[in-house]
């Protein structure tokens, strides 16, 4: 059964600090990963996606790590600001042959205070 | 560019009426579509897709239905309402061929049932 688990469930920070979210997955075959941010009350937006092959993707001050080996992933944030304060969502999906509906982990909700 | 309007953005309904949340996507052809229902605290739970028109796949047995009656027009409906049903409600549109089938989302419905 395809599965992203997300760590820590809910984070807060001060306001400048830096932090790193983490997922874990089992989908297979893996295609690629996602990191969506999602407002609250808004719909999530994507901020970085990598493939198989890519280890590091950068989005401004958004930071993700893939290692495709170990089946991890982190979205590292620096230099927070109080606009970071959302939910960071990791979606993985399925290449050929596997379900073409991403899987969706819970979410790890950031505060970010001043 | 791409679009995906939801409305109502917010809805208080009684146990036991009728539900109809629609969704519309402008500026693309033949979209997957996708209704997800987040309830507080959780993550995304996928309830319907459609790839096409009148074709309708759902991921979880509920009192919920969909339909999508036009290419670009997506509608979760209920009979009857229930207290479980309240929620944040999602549409999403991809194109599996296009950025890896990044799902777009919409603004969302806050459904409250009372």
């Known amino acids: 059964k395809n599965q992203v688990e997300q760590s820590p469930q809910s984070l807060i920070i001060l306001e400048g600090k830096n932090c790193t979210l983490q997922?874990?997955?089992?989908?297979?075959?893996?295609?690629?990963l996602r990191w969506y941010k999602q407002d609250t009350g808004r719909g999530p937006v994507s901020l970085t996606i990598m493939t198989f092959s890519e280890n590091t993707k950068s989005n401004g001050r958004y930071t993700a790590t893939l290692d495709a080996d170990t089946k991890q992933s982190s979205l590292h944030i620096t230099a927070s600001q109080l606009s970071d304060s959302a939910s960071y969502i990791c979606v993985v999906s399925a290449g050929a042959g596997g379900s073409y509906i991403p899987t969706f982990g819970r979410g790890t909700s950031l505060i970010v205070h001043p | 560019s791409q679009t995906i309007h939801q409305w109502p953005a917010t809805l208080v309904q009684p146990v036991g009426s009728p539900l109809s949340l629609e969704c519309t996507v402008e500026g693309t052809s033949n979209p997957n579509l996708y209704w997800y229902r987040q309830a507080a605290g959780r993550g995304l739970q996928l309830l319907f897709y459609s790839v096409g028109i009148g074709q309708i796949s759902s991921e979880v047995p509920q009192n919920l239905s969909a339909s999508r009656p036009q290419d670009r027009q997506f509608i979760l409906s209920s009979k009857k309402l229930l207290l479980s049903d309240s929620g944040f409600y999602l549409c999403a549109w991809s194109v599996p061929e296009r950025s890896y089938n990044e799902q777009f989302f919409g603004p969302g419905t806050r459904l409250t049932v009372l």
């Open positions: 997922c874990n997955y089992t989908v297979s075959p893996f295609s690629n």
